[in-house]
T-cell receptor
Framework: DAKTTQPPSMDCAEGRAANLPCNHS???????VYWYRQIHSQGPQYIIH???NNETNEMASLIITEDRKSSTLILPHATLRDTAVYYC????????????FGTGTQLKVEL | EAEVAQSPRYKITEKSQAVAFWCDPI?????LYWYRQILGQGPELLVQ????????DSQLPKDRFSAERLKGVDSTLKIQPAELGDSAMYLC????????????FGQGTRLTVV
């Protein structure tokens, strides 16, 4: 599976949009981009995933560049409860569809 | 809403003792994963099951760790003997198995080896 690169930490003001970048320049054509987050001492929580097109659900939006080498997770109106580690994962058929986590981005939402 | 159940939530054990963790995946989920997460790091896959068969256990320390999913439903992860370095969060996840379907995680078991 392709490796991902994320900034180690980001800050965001409450009520503002949080834009979390992810680089996955070696992604293959059949690999999906998944985003999870992990609030302290809890299990990872699924947020969203996509292949080529931009995706939106009740939690977030996922913007994937046309060349698929990078993506951005957007939390449109961040709240204090969105403070967590956010993991960008590229998931492919190699290795049985497993999710390989990196070190993620620690997002801190502040008043 | 269906959840992945794990027990116990916390476990303290002495080194050289045996310890076991249990996971009950979401009903109908054929794929089950066990991850280990050391403080400050991302989860690391230990073993992956497809039904009752092991698909990937390349990162499982087989001299002391074992995992089973006898009827393709719930699963047990065992450590014997436990070492100080095994202190970590042990996470279980399950999914339908297709590439385009998400995996759901349990709350984990926090193991402390003293």
């Amino acid at each position: 599976d392709a490796k991902t690169t994320q900034p180690p930490s980001m800050d965001c003001a409450e009520g503002r949009a949080a834009n979390l970048p992810c680089n996955h320049s070696t992604i293959s054509g059949n690999e999906y981009v998944y985003w999870y987050r992990q609030i302290h001492s809890q299990g990872p929580q699924y947020i969203i995933h996509g292949l080529k097109n931009n995706e939106t659900n009740e939690m977030a939006s996922l913007i994937i560049t046309e060349d698929r080498k990078s993506s951005t997770l957007i939390l449109p109106h961040a709240t204090l409860r969105d403070t967590a580690v956010y993991y960008c994962i590229v998931r492919g058929t190699g290795g049985g569809n497993k999710l390989t986590f990196g070190t993620g981005t620690q997002l801190k939402v502040e008043l | 809403e269906a959840e992945v159940a794990q027990s116990p939530r916390y476990k303290i054990t002495e080194k050289s003792q045996a310890v076991a963790f249990w996971c009950d995946p979401i009903s109908g989920h054929a794929t089950l994963y066990w991850y280990r997460q050391i403080l400050g790091q991302g989860p690391e896959l230990l073993v992956q099951f497809q039904d009752e068969s092991v698909v990937d256990d390349s990162q499982l320390p087989k001299d002391r760790f074992s995992a089973e999913r006898l009827k393709g439903v719930d699963s047990t992860l065992k450590i014997q003997p436990a070492e100080l370095g095994d202190s970590a969060m042990y996470l279980c996840a399950s999914s339908l198995g297709q590439l385009n379907t998400e995996a759901f995680f349990g709350q984990g078991t926090r193991l402390t080896v003293v």
